[in-house]
């Protein structure tokens, strides 16, 4: 009797590839959990904000409107916080006035919740015991898993249920800032009523840049740091791009460092005018306990405008103005009584010139990084020129882009303007910090070339010494 011959087995490489609509429902739940995840951040953020002003609203001995009004100023200062521009209304002009200046601590918030649900969301879980033994599930799922995982990533991603994830990291972070999204359209169609207004075009072109930032940080954070792709040409230069963006980097937390000290000493230098501006803008404890909050929220603000004064362009507290080591000169005589703006300098002086050590300390920090790479690494003189370069223009592009978030108009005519113009600033940085950093880490590097190197001990030599220390070792004692 013959018996009928078996089929010839697959070749191991060929796997199963579902069809597009049944990829797409197997994908339906991780993407709804990470749709569900953006909208949980940002319902975490606006109810922060929502009792934080329904508070000051109760404790208030005179409140304005009622808790509908409330929840209003609670919708725009969310909005407010990821860099969208506000109207209030103008008493003298009687109509809307805007407000465009962002607390950064306030923009803290939605950044870190967003950043939190993308790095939970593509968190590693254990695996169970089915997925462990390696199903046959499992196997179709790994292979469809791999489509838009990307290289360098932590091994495979797995979700709630143990199983390989079906959504790679750019598919879950896009889904969760789409819940995201979902939740500030419809806080916009709020806040487009009561005593601060969002103004929507504003709102559509800065909530989605924070949350899709702070989500792809997230995201990458999750996914164990891999390497970003880079283009072809630039494949040889990974190493030094990598340490070019750190040196930049920690050049620009410098500034803000040093920009923060020279805040602290103004304070200080000027405690007594702060204080009164403290005390005379209300005598209620809810409204000193606001003003104190909203002092504080900005300020890291004030820390970008020092680090800006210090670089040389300075920092404008209204129209036609500027506020620099050269002088104080051309904004108004009686300016809002506000702490902070209690503390500004009002003319020339050493003490303001001595602001100048913040980007020399600055630069010093970068030159710091890119030297300790360029003497372990051997590098050549044009390497340590590139480095130093690249660093300067990250330092330059991440003082322009905190420019942008933390100045803007605080209304029309002499307050259209407060904070430091974001280009001369950026430019500043990358000039001061190219100056500083590239004679520092060229300085280190010729240091440590004309150090007194060891010899090279030949093979002979090392026999030679080999059979001494053995004759010495076999040695009698005496």
């Not at 929502?50 to 200062?77: C, E, F, K, Q, R």
């Not at 033994?133 to 091994?155: F, I, K, M, N, Y």
């Not at 340490?243 to 620009?252: F, P």
Request: hydrophobic share 50%.
């Amino acid at each position: 009797m013959t018996q009928l011959a078996s089929p010839p087995p697959s070749p191991p490489s060929a796997r199963y590839t579902p069809p597009l609509r049944e990829r797409a429902v197997r994908r339906a739940p991780e993407a709804v959990v990470a749709l569900l995840g953006g909208v949980v951040a940002a319902g975490l953020g606006l109810g922060a904000i929502a009792v934080l002003v329904l508070l000051m609203w109760i404790t208030s001995p005179y409140p304005d409107g009622g808790p509908g009004d409330a929840l209003h100023v609670a919708a725009a200062l969310w909005l407010l916080a990821h860099g969208a521009r506000l109207l209030r209304p103008d008493a003298l002009t009687g109509g809307w006035a805007p407000v465009g200046v962002t607390p950064a601590l306030l923009l803290a918030l939605p950044v870190w919740l967003v950043h939190r649900a993308a790095a939970h969301a593509l968190s590693e879980d254990e695996p169970d015991d089915d997925a462990a033994t390696g199903d046959v599930h499992g196997a179709h799922d790994a292979g469809d898993a791999d489509e838009g995982s990307g290289p360098g990533l932590r091994g495979p991603h797995r979700s709630w249920s143990g199983r390989p994830r079906l959504l790679g990291p750019v598919g879950t972070t896009a889904w969760l800032v789409g819940g995201y999204l979902l939740v500030a359209v419809l806080v916009v169609c709020c806040a487009q009523v009561g005593p601060l207004r969002a103004e929507p075009l504003w709102a559509l072109l800065r909530v989605p840049v924070v949350a899709a930032c702070a989500g792809a940080s997230g995201a990458w954070t999750a996914c164990g740091w891999p390497p970003l792709a880079l283009p072809r040409r630039l494949r040889g230069w990974s190493y030094e791009i990598a340490v070019a963006v750190r040196a930049g980097l920690a050049g620009a937390v410098a500034l803000a460092g040093g920009g923060a000290l020279l805040v602290a000493i103004a304070l200080g230098w000027h405690a007594h005018a702060v204080g009164d501006a403290f005390t005379g803008l209300t005598n209620a404890l809810s409204g000193r306990c606001a003003v104190l909050l909203l002092a504080v929220a900005l300020v890291p603000n004030a820390a970008v405008w020092s680090a800006a004064y210090a670089l040389g362009p300075g920092f404008a507290v209204g129209l036609h103005s500027t506020v620099s080591p050269a002088g104080a000169h051309g904004y108004p005589p009686v300016l809002p009584r506000f702490p902070l703006l209690a503390a500004l300098p009002h003319g020339s002086s050493a003490i303001a010139w001595a602001a100048l050590a913040v980007p020399v300390c600055a630069g010093g920090v970068v030159a710091w990084f890119v030297g300790r790479a360029a003497v372990g690494d051997g590098w050549t003189v044009g390497r340590i020129a590139g480095a130093c370069c690249g660093a300067a223009v990250v330092c330059g592009g991440a003082l322009t882009v905190a420019t942008w978030f933390t100045a803007g108009p605080m209304g029309v005519d002499t307050l259209a303007r407060f904070g430091p113009d974001g280009w001369l600033t950026g430019g500043a940085a990358a000039a001061w910090t190219a100056a500083i950093a590239l004679p520092g880490a060229l300085g280190a590097w010729w240091w440590h070339r004309r150090e007194p190197k060891a010899p090279v001990e030949s093979a002979e030599d090392r026999a030679a010494s080999a059979e001494g220390a053995g004759g010495q070792a076999g040695a009698p004692r005496p």
